[in-house]
Every structure is written in C-alpha cells, then in structure tokens.
C-alpha cells in the first residue's frame, strides 16, 4: 500500500507550537487577543487579523520548521511500516515550499534536512504546488491508496478519493465520514492501517 504521509500537525504538533509561541508573541507585541473556538487558521482561534498572524509566521516559521521535534514514535511506526512492505510518500504543501526561488529552496533544504534528523524514511518526498495547500492531484498522481492528514479542508476532500487518517486535533473535530479514520498517536495510526490492509486483503 501506498500512503501519504502530511509533516505540520502529523509528523509534528503545529497546533500546540502555534498556541504557545502565539501567545508569547501577542504578549510581547501588545497584541490583545483571545483564544476561542480552535481552527485550522490559527488567527481565527486568537481573533487576531490575518496580517498579524503572517507577522508571527515571519519570525517563527523558519525556527518551527528546524526545531521542532517529530511526534513521539512517528519515525519508530514509519520504519514499521516499511518492513510491513509499505511505500511512504511525504506529502507537505509546507508554507514557501511552493515558492520557485532561493527562500523555496531553503524551506525544501529544511524540510529535507529535518526528516533526516529526525529519522523519518520515506520513498518518495512531494512538495504540494497547490498555494491552497489541496493534496487531491499529488494523491492520484502518485496512486496514493491512503492519507495521514490534518488539515479538514484536505480530509474531507481527500477522503472522497482514499480512506484518510484524521490525526485527531481540536480543529478537525467536525471531519466525519465512513472513509475518515480518526487517530489519536502514531501507534494507533499502526494498528489502524493494519486493519485496514487486512480488510482490503480479505476483499481480494
């Protein structure tokens, strides 16, 4: 089986990283805010304007993407995976990665050298080209046959193409559908995908 693999809020827990840093940042900048209903779009969860937020991200992103260690057993699972006769396709629409110029090519760098650091195998490596972070053409391209995923904008839509794995965080509560898996750690992302292998064995 072929499966995609998403790196921010799967391989890694961008949420919690944005809650904390954002609010450290609000506190230093003077920035009023409030932290309410979760969304993917994390002004939205603070009440804060878009353009703050990209303000935040400016300063931070480059330090997330280098610093920010993999979810615990995410690399012991992968390798699992693997041996089990798995393909693993990393497939991230990482902010910049999608930029053709000298700060794409280092985010890509990043991205390459953080997977490495943090023993994240894979086969193949797909930097998303959709600026609206949209994974559908990358899934049939690359006969994906099942996504791990965050994003609920990429779960419900992916999910009427493959069965997805929903990576439990507040703000994809609402993705429900008979194709959605929810996990809730990488070991669970394990035991899942192994029934669902052995369902789809047992079919053919």
Request: charged share 30%; aromatic share 12%; proline share 1%.
């Amino acid at each position: 089986m072929r499966i995609g693999v998403d790196i921010d809020g799967v391989l890694t827990n961008v949420e919690q990283f944005s809650i904390d840093y954002l609010s450290k940042y609000c506190f230093e900048n003077n920035i009023e805010y409030n932290i309410g209903r979760s969304s993917y779009d994390i002004s939205e969860t603070f009440g804060i304007s878009s353009e703050k937020e990209d303000a935040f991200w400016n300063k931070y992103l480059e330090f997330y993407a280098i610093n920010e260690k993999a979810r615990p057993f995410a690399s012991e699972v992968i390798k699992k995976l693997k041996k089990d006769g798995h393909e693993i396709y990393i497939i991230t629409a990482r902010w910049l990665t999608n930029r053709d110029d000298n700060i794409g090519e280092n985010m890509r760098k990043i991205v390459k050298k953080w997977l490495s650091e943090n023993e994240i195998i894979y086969d193949k490596l797909i930097f998303s080209k959709s600026s609206k972070e949209k994974k559908g053409h990358e899934i049939i391209e690359n006969k994906i046959n099942l996504m791990i995923e965050d994003n609920p904008n990429n779960i419900n839509e992916l999910s009427s193409i493959v069965p997805v794995i929903c990576y439990d965080t507040n703000y994809n509560r609402d993705c429900l559908n008979d194709n959605i898996f929810r996990c809730y750690s990488w070991y669970d992302i394990y035991k899942k995908i192994t029934e669902i292998n052995y369902k789809d064995d047992m079919k053919n």
